[in-house]
């Protein structure tokens, strides 16, 4: 797929607003400045990734058998995780087995002695991804034999600052990031609001959002 820079979009935004554009480093109006609109950007961007998991990451480590938290900050090459989509643990033996994503409270109520069980459970029960410190992941109850974990998530995208940088989004899905920048500029209190405007490109919005959410997930 093709990618776009932050720039060549925000040209394109500021096409739409009638301001001159040049890869959106000014906004002579002052309806906006050009730090608030990059944040839309950026704030779009993240929002896209996350609801409709157009990019999914993976990566993999080596787990010690009865460990219990692993520091995925630890892990080299690991973007900042927004959400863990999956885990699998492949054991000395090559069979895989997926851990179902839950948190320390339902494994509390349901299963009351998972903490005790670990000398005994080669795969663990569930993993956690709400409730442990940021970017760490509890297995519950520690597996005893330990293996390869494969984690899938959803990365946060880097921030955009004009460097020119592309966006994580790619091209074909990038249209939708643009109404979403509009109609934050749009709905924004001020000179600038618009509310017939911002509640049109806020639909156009989330129709792309959803399109490319059903065509990474599958129509339902």
């Keep these: 797929m093709a990618v776009i820079t932050d720039q060549a979009l925000l040209d394109q935004v500021q096409y739409g607003v009638t301001e001159p554009p040049d890869n959106g480093a000014t906004f002579p109006s002052g309806l906006w400045t050009a730090a608030e609109v990059l944040e839309y950007l950026n704030t779009r961007q993240r929002r896209f990734v996350k609801r409709t998991r157009v990019f999914i990451g993976r990566t993999s480590f080596t787990l010690a058998a009865n460990t219990e938290r692993t520091d995925l900050e630890a892990i080299g090459g690991l973007f900042d995780i927004f959400q863990i989509v999956r885990v699998v643990l492949i054991d000395a033996d090559g069979v895989y087995q997926e851990i179902p994503l839950s948190e320390s409270f339902a494994a509390d109520h349901a299963a009351p002695d998972w903490s005790t069980a670990a000398a005994a459970q080669p795969v663990p029960l569930v993993c956690a991804i709400v409730d442990p410190p940021t970017q760490t992941l509890q297995f519950m109850p520690a597996s005893s034999v330990g293996g390869t974990v494969w984690l899938h998530y959803i990365p946060r995208p880097p921030t955009l600052d004009l460097a020119p940088e592309p966006l994580m989004v ?3 899905f990038a249209l939708g990031i643009k109404w979403g920048v509009w ?18 490109a806020e639909a156009r919005y989330l129709e792309i959002e959803e399109l490319t959410r059903q065509l990474v997930e599958g129509i339902n």
Aim: aromatic share 4%; glycine share 10%; net charge negative.
């Design 183 to 200: 109609a934050d500029m749009l709905g924004k209190p001020g000179r600038a609001h618009d509310p017939e405007r911002a509640q049109f």
């Design 170 to 172: 790619p091209q074909e």
